[in-house]
């Protein structure tokens, strides 16, 4: 299936996932089942379904043909090069092409002297006035090109201003960045473009990003740090005429592969391979050299040959526009595009039902738990009242005085209760003052200060070290508050489910292991940085550094912020279920005294009153059965995928 049609289906099977979470929210409101937490957590579910994006990266030394590439994939229907792309340096900045439906199309660029600062692109996001904004005219190509060159522009700055800006001048012919004869640095006018377009995919939550080659990549740690790891796919590309330079090589073992194996997502595209279209040589033998070119490029990064994926962006795009399917054939673009939607949507799928399933299940779970015990109360009333057939007053007096000792003794079992609430909260105010980031700003701040104040390379060393050790030192203390509050209330739920009958299971576990391993990673990368920086730099050492660490922080500061927000989850997850049965648990202890103490009073005849609790037991079966049906067609879109086929065609 091309790429475009599996994006669709995506989307499809996407919105019937929203459609029926959102069924299973109203029927909830509609009976009463939910309260205010619940509803928060279905809207923010449903709010992510709706912005969720899709990620896909295009990375590689400059002209590799990327935008060619993006070009032949996704604007070959614009019957012309919406990128621009040529033989020399083309795209000067990180170019994102996506769609948000609240902004006119337009393409955003934001000024290379931001760099300066120590802001990273993503933080400048929230200010639009500190972008520069064409308006994109879709109904005309070449106003479009037009506005697109803008992502080739350079501008001419001192060399002073050009260092400050972070590129590194030479003077020699390998460096990118010369001292011209008027002694001024050619560098890119923009920092990074953002293009507002609305193409269908992008429409439907693609994003696709563009990059330029290693020395643009490098300077922007954000791109190594997050966009890249974060990214769904990744496509590298060689070209086939250069083979694996040691700088393609760089790119790859830098911000592809960091870490050793590579991700899922990653796939390495050979272009150009039109170079070898000789004429002279039979089709078989131009297949054979190709695939030697392959297999070798294979060798150099380490993949098995069949993750290299030869094709022609040129003679692709060329071939889309004219409609020509031979040479579609010919270009492999279709092949890879078909391995791309493979690697692609049944990945993202994967991480959408994986969230799905957490929060939906804990939701729909809770809520059959809810049922379940109001049915248990209501049958153990309804076994009471039977029991009280044809018995006499005194007996009539016996029970009440049975449930009305059971109530005593509960209410007397919720001091229990209230004291672990106020044990909770003391727990998580522990957990907090580790993992919250009143904390981590603290540190942060510390680390600031004393790089200010170094004036050894081994001083700006050990303040990263230690502020990497101090931070996961956070994590460790807060991994074992965490512990301390789950088996706390482990012995809680157990407690309650002993004595009083109530439906707890055990408590979620939680740990905060991938943030540890996320600092884990971000400190390797800045040990491998670091080193290279501190001997590298001579000028101006403090500055970078200062640069470079603000870049670090933020990435750690965004871990803590999404600890933060699991641990709130997992607290309300935890504690929830058991407010929820204690309250429910209170209300039918009531109701069995109330029922009794009327049919004593004779307010009621029990044969009334049996009728009448036969009938909510019913309610209560059909609301369960409904719960099963509603939730089931959610359960059902979670499956994977073939599972899923198969249901259907059945
Ligand atoms: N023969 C041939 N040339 C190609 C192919 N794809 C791209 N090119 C050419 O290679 C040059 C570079 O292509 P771009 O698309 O600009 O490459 P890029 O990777 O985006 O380069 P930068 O933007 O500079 O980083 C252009 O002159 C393209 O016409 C291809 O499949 N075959
Ligand atoms: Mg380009």
């Given at each position: ?120 692109v993503i933080e400048y996001k929230s200010f639009p006035e500190e972008w520069t904004a064409v308006p994109l005219d879709t109904e005309s190509p070449n106003g479009m090109q037009d506005a697109l060159s803008h ?200 991480i959408v039902c994986e969230n799905t399933e957490s929060e939906f299940g804990d939701v729909s779970r809770r809520v059959r738990g809810l049922l379940e015990s109001r049915l248990a109360g209501l049958r153990e ?221 004779a307010t009621d005849t029990l044969e009334d009153r049996i009728a009448e609790l036969d009938n909510v037991e019913k309610n209560l079966l059909q609301q369960i059965q409904s719960l099963e049906d509603i939730a ?19």
């Open positions: 299936m091309s790429l475009a049609n599996q994006f669709a289906a995506y989307t499809a099977w996407r919105s019937r996932l929203s459609s029926h979470i959102g069924e299973f929210q109203g029927w909830l409101n509609r009976n009463e089942l939910s309260d205010a937490q619940t509803d928060l957590r279905l809207t923010q579910l449903l709010e992510r379904l709706r912005e969720d994006r899709l990620n896909v990266a295009f990375v590689a030394e400059f002209s590799r043909g990327k935008s060619e590439l993006i070009n032949a994939i996704f604007f070959a229907d614009y019957g012309n090069r919406m990128l621009p792309s040529s033989a020399g340096r083309t795209t000067m900045c990180p170019t994102e092409l996506l769609f948000d439906a609240s902004k006119r199309p337009c393409i955003e660029l934001l000024p290379i002297q931001t760099r300066a600062t120590n802001s990273g992502v080739s522009e350079t501008t001419r700055v001192t060399s002073e201003e050009a260092a400050r800006l972070g590129f590194e001048v030479g003077q020699g012919d390998a460096e990118l960045y010369r001292v011209g004869e008027d002694g001024l640095v050619e560098v890119p006018r923009w920092r990074h473009a953002m293009i507002n377009f609305p193409h269908p995919l992008l429409k439907q939550g693609l994003v696709i990003l563009d990059t330029p080659g290693l020395n643009a990549i490098g300077a922007e740690p954000e791109l190594t740090l997050s966009q890249l790891p974060s990214a769904h796919a990744v496509l590298f590309i060689l070209a086939a005429d250069t083979g694996v330079t040691q700088s393609d090589l760089a790119i790859w073992k830098e911000h592809i592969c960091g870490g050793g194996t590579p991700k899922r997502g990653r796939m390495v595209v050979m272009n150009k391979i039109d170079g070898q279209w000789d004429e002279l040589k039979t089709h078989v033998e131009i297949d054979a050299e190709i695939q030697k070119q392959a297999a070798s490029c294979a060798r150099i990064l380490a993949l098995p040959t069949s993750q290299i994926f030869p094709v022609s962006a040129q003679k692709g795009l060329v071939a889309k526009i004219n409609g020509d399917n031979t040479l579609l054939e010919r270009s492999r673009l279709p092949r890879l595009e078909s391995a791309l939607s493979e690697e692609l949507i049944p990945a993202k799928r994967d009333q309804l076994t009471e009242l039977t029991e009280l057939r044809g018995k006499n007053k005194g007996v009539v007096e016996y029970m009440m005085g049975k449930v009305r000792a059971e109530k005593d003794e509960f209410e007397s079992g919720l001091q229990r209760y209230y004291a672990v609430r106020s044990v909770f909260s003391t727990l998580t105010n522990n957990l907090f003052s580790h993992l919250g980031l009143d904390s981590l700003r603290q540190l942060t701040h510390e680390t600031r200060e004393t790089m200010l104040d170094a004036a050894f390379s081994k001083t700006l060393s050990e303040a990263m070290a230690t502020y990497f050790g101090r931070s996961r030192e956070a994590l460790t203390r807060s991994n074992s508050e965490i512990n301390e509050i789950l088996s706390m209330m482990a012995a809680v739920y157990k407690k309650f489910a002993v004595e009083h009958g109530l439906k707890l299971g055990a408590p979620t576990a939680f740990s905060l292991l991938r943030y540890e391993k996320e600092l884990d990673r971000l400190q390797a990368w800045c040990d491998s940085h670091l080193n290279t920086m501190v001997s590298l730099l001579t000028t101006d050492k403090k500055h970078i550094t200062q640069k470079f660490f603000e870049e670090v922080a933020v990435q750690v500061r965004r871990a803590f912020e999404h600890a933060n927000k699991d641990a709130e989850i997992w607290l309300r997850a935890i504690m929830a279920p058991m407010e929820t049965q204690v309250r429910e648990h209170q209300i039918q202890l009531k109701r069995r005294l109330e029922s009794i103490k009327r049919i004593h009073q089931g067609r959610v359960r059902e879109m979670l499956l994977p995928l073939d599972v899923q086929q198969e249901l259907e065609a059945a």
